[in-house]
């Protein structure tokens, strides 16, 4: 499982470009589901059933940025493509995906010594910012094959911390994918249950919309994380999702403007927790929402769930996770299904 992590996690798809992350899930799954990929990039795994069509979703596509310019002295300027911080990007290491392959870079910024006080205390916008490949001009950087369009990654391995923790870049949603492929090699029941690998998710759940329609699911969980608040500087009142205290059954997220859950799958969710005297924590969220509000909103409405992993400074580089909670999700996800 860990390995699965590290491999998923260092692997790079931006939305709209998640080949990488669909051929290891193919791999993964090719022993034990019929494989499609479809037109919007989603990757539709199927066991096939005569009961009930459970569908499962978890996004394939990490934020990133993509090449907006490039300049006559070889920098390039950059849009982002999902949510970010802007002070998280400033001085990360990035890799720009060009047609001639990859071309290892910095973020750039003036060293404190240039700065005059004021401008110390200033937070930078990304459309200030600049990625710095090493190219001498223009020129040159075409030669090397970047272009306008070309997609923009974090650099950045995966590593093991103390406590069972680990930090990398793209648990949003790896851990997610990882989740579900684990629940598909595993999952023993006579329902017709679909993994779906959706795309573009951090754009505007796009890959979720298309396939559930398609599917036609009686019920569906999506598989995602939460973005855990137990760190400095966090009250427990505005964040109380916790690593190491299990799987986070949602409630409601976006203040209700993403999903409601419906009351069966959440009951369902919990019951399931309770039979196997897992973990398991409540979310109500503010901010952010999941692949469950759009598949929830397709056709006639669909029964549906998110079952997330907490993560710790999910939009980061250094997301932080806990392996005890993804194997509690996968636990979980599985009693339900089963218990469906
Ligand atoms: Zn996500």
Aim: proline letters at 4%.
């Amino acid at each position: 499982m860990k390995g699965l992590i590290k491999r998923l996690s260092e692997a790079h798809g931006v939305p709209g470009s998640e080949d990488e992350i669909r051929s290891i899930m193919r791999e993964e799954l090719e022993g034990c589901c019929e494989i499609e990929e479809d037109v919007m990039g989603n990757l539709i795994a199927k066991k096939e059933g005569d009961g009930k069509t459970v569908m499962l979703a978890a996004h394939m596509d990490e934020i990133g940025l993509m090449v907006r310019h490039i300049d006559e002295n070889g920098f390039i300027r950059f849009i982002t493509l999902g949510g970010f911080f802007d002070q998280t990007l400033l001085n990360q290491r990035v890799v720009v995906h060009t047609r001639k392959g990859r071309l290892p870079g910095v973020i750039g910024s003036k060293p404190p010594h240039l700065m005059e006080e004021k401008e110390r205390e200033k937070v930078i916008k990304t459309k200030d910012m600049f990625i710095d490949v090493g190219a001498e001009n223009g020129e040159s950087a075409s030669k090397m094959g970047l272009s306008v369009g070309d997609y923009i990654t974090f650099d950045v391995p995966f590593r093991e911390l103390k406590g069972g923790l680990f930090t990398g870049k793209a648990f949003d949603n790896r851990l997610g994918c990882a989740v579900m492929m684990e629940v598909m090699k595993k999952v023993d029941t006579p329902h017709r249950v679909y993994a779906v690998g959706t795309a573009q998710e951090e754009v505007g759940l796009k890959g979720a919309r298309t396939s559930a329609y398609r599917i036609e699911p009686d019920v569906a969980l999506a598989l995602d994380v939460a973005p855990a608040g137990d760190f400095p500087g966090t009250k427990p009142e505005e964040a109380s999702i916790k690593l190491n205290k299990g799987p986070v059954i949602t409630v409601v997220d976006g203040k209700g403007r993403g999903i409601i859950t419906h009351p069966r799958v959440r009951e369902g969710l919990v019951k399931a927790a309770k039979r196997l005297k897992t973990p398991y924590q409540l979310e109500v969220g503010e901010g952010g929402t999941t692949d469950a509000t759009a598949i929830q909103l397709t056709r006639g409405g669909v029964l549906s769930g998110v079952v997330s992993v907490p993560t710790r400074y999910i939009h980061t580089p250094v997301e932080v996770a806990s392996l005890s909670d993804v194997k509690n999700a996968v636990k979980l996800v599985l009693s339900y299904i089963e218990g469906l």
